[in-house]
């Protein structure tokens, strides 16, 4: 089973979002079974909240249900835990290593490295467009489900 923890800064829009569309990309091609998905914050902020409502929108738009998922902390046994470790953009990254003390097996990743366009998902908390996020998410979860093809043999 290959483990991936999604990663931003409240839990609450980029990082349900790519829990909730890799379920359904995984789901749809049949290996729901091969994976375990969550995502987790790595503020305290807002801890114990759902999804952000123009979040939970979009992926409504697309036949995706986030229902019963509310902000969790990443902690130093979700390293242990997961095999991935991805998050969204340079300041997780960070804030990733000083939860876990680095990352000493190099499990640590933002999404958008798997492309062929590395960079930082679009935050829609400033920006207000999560349509420019939904698009930066799909990209690097076809280009992550691309590499965990090849290197897991799936």
């Not at 890799?22 to 995502?39: P, W």
């Not at 835990?81 to 640590?108: A, F, H, T, V, W």
């Amino acid at each position: 089973m290959i483990k991936i923890l999604f990663v931003c800064h409240g839990n609450i829009c980029r990082s349900p979002m790519a829990e909730f569309m890799m379920k359904n990309m995984v789901n749809s091609a049949g290996n729901s079974d091969l994976f375990e998905i969550a995502s987790a914050a790595v503020s305290r902020e807002e801890l114990g909240n759902p999804v952000y409502p123009p979040a939970r929108e979009i992926l409504k738009q697309h036949g995706i249900s986030c229902a019963g998922k509310y902000a969790r902390q990443m902690t130093f046994a979700d390293y242990q835990y997961y095999d991935y470790l991805i998050c969204m953009d340079n300041s997780n990254l960070r804030n990733m290593q000083r939860i876990c003390s680095g990352d000493p097996d190099g499990k640590m990743f933002r999404l958008l490295d798997f492309t062929d366009t590395p960079g930082e998902v679009s935050d829609p908390w400033y920006s207000g467009d999560f349509v420019t996020t939904w698009q930066d998410i799909e990209c690097g979860l076809q280009a992550l489900l691309k590499k965990l093809s090849s290197s897991h043999q799936l």
